[in-house]
């Protein structure tokens, strides 16, 4: 086996070009008169959009990194005991914030505390408690500052109140569902110890996407309107496994792979066309729904993407080509929450764009400057180490 760097710039490069495309898309969700193909297709619609197919390459990256990470730990002569640890406190970290964030969604504006103020405490709540703090600060500092962090976020839990439910009262906080961030945790969570803990790694792996995925193909044909507990019906973990393997391979197969870049081409291409072939048999294609051919075709379309990543990249040598955006793939979950300080911050601040960034052409010219915005600022704070790392 090839012994690999730490981080493969292919995937910081992947990643830095998701998360810009997930802010822009984010922000575009409030533009009117936009292209159809561009936002997201309708939960109805046999169909997707572009915006369709960020959340699922975002979940593949997750899949790609995966490896390396635990690789690395246990190169350094880490227990698995520990490993597991670092696992779990990550799974965490995810679900807590994605819990918070589904939460803002059903929040009462009859509250004393206004959503925007609520959305801002909470997300520097966030901050004080993952930041990546410097080995120079003292360690009774650091342990305040995190310990008022999980302080805030319990006074702001107190407070709560969500929209009432039928004839009952005030709702307080409760696991509506688990958020994009919390979605990520869990197939994090499953996808790692999976990895793990299988001897031999690639079957254990060829095994649990194939029973993902002919989950989630059941779930759309013979079973209806029924989801499992946390997995719901396995697209998003089948998804992280799928860039697990690739990553498996990647590394196990680097000198080959680089010479053979056909072999991912031909697989992407496969996979898309084995979406189109399922389509008319389950459910169409709907991220809403998590359908078996939207899985398929967005497996397949970052699987295209990232070997042009890794052919511009890794052997290429094209990097600087993304210095711009480069803090999006070393400093993502800042670059994931920073966007909320700024929207609740225009709320309180009571501010809207123009009408000419709110509409067509004019609002997506917007959510590109957002995105690139967001991504520069984030790169200043990264060289002044003000990051979130968990």
Not at 15 to 20: G, K, V
Not at 309 to 317: E, P
Request: aromatic residues 16%; charged residues 15%; contains cysteine.
């Amino acid at each position: 086996m090839i012994t690999l760097p730490k981080r493969l710039p292919s995937i910081d490069v992947f990643r830095s070009i998701t998360m810009f495309f997930m802010i822009f898309v984010n922000d575009l969700s409030g533009v009117k008169n936009v292209p159809f193909w561009i936002d997201h297709a309708d939960a109805h619609a046999d169909a997707m959009g572009f915006a369709d197919t960020i959340f699922p390459a975002f979940l593949f990256i997750v899949g790609l990194s995966i490896p390396l990470a635990l690789n690395n730990k246990i190169a350094k002569g880490e227990s698995r005991k520990n490993i597991f640890k670092y696992i779990l406190s990550r799974t965490f970290a995810l679900l807590l914030m994605g819990f918070y964030h589904v939460n803002m969604e059903n929040y009462d504006k009859h509250n004393w505390v206004p959503l925007s103020i609520f959305g801002i405490v909470v997300t520097i709540a966030f901050f004080l408690i993952w930041l990546d703090y410097s080995p120079k600060l003292s360690k009774p500092v650091k342990y305040s500052l995190i310990a008022l962090g999980y302080a805030t976020l319990l006074v702001m839990a107190f407070i709560y109140k969500g929209l009432p439910e039928e004839d009952s009262n005030y709702t307080g906080m409760q696991p509506r569902w688990w958020g994009i961030l919390g979605i990520i945790g869990w197939s994090y969570l499953i996808a790692s110890l999976i990895y793990l803990y299988s001897a031999d790694k690639l079957r254990a792996l060829y095994w649990s996407i194939g029973f993902f995925v002919m989950m989630d193909i059941v779930l759309h044909t013979i079973v209806d309107d029924f989801k499992f507990p946390v997995i719901t019906d396995g697209s998003s973990t089948a998804l992280v496994l799928a860039g697990v393997i690739v990553s498996v391979l990647y590394s196990s197969y680097y000198e080959q792979v680089i010479k053979r870049l056909y072999i991912p081409v031909v697989a992407g291409a496969i996979l898309i066309c084995a979406g189109l072939l399922i389509r008319p048999y389950a459910g169409g294609i709907s991220k809403i729904y998590s359908t078996p051919a939207w899985i398929f075709i967005c497996g397949g379309i970052s699987l295209l993407v990232f070997t042009l990543m890794v052919y511009l990249v890794d052997q290429q040598g094209k990097q600087s080509w993304f210095k711009l955006i480069k803090s999006a793939g070393t400093s993502t979950l800042t670059c994931y929450l920073i966007p909320y300080l700024l929207f609740f911050g225009m709320l309180w601040a009571d501010f809207d764009y123009p009408d000419s960034m709110n509409y067509g052409v004019g609002g997506i010219l917007r959510s590109f400057g957002v995105s690139f915005t967001v991504i520069l600022f984030v790169g200043l704070l990264e060289r002044v180490r003000l990051r979130l790392k968990i």
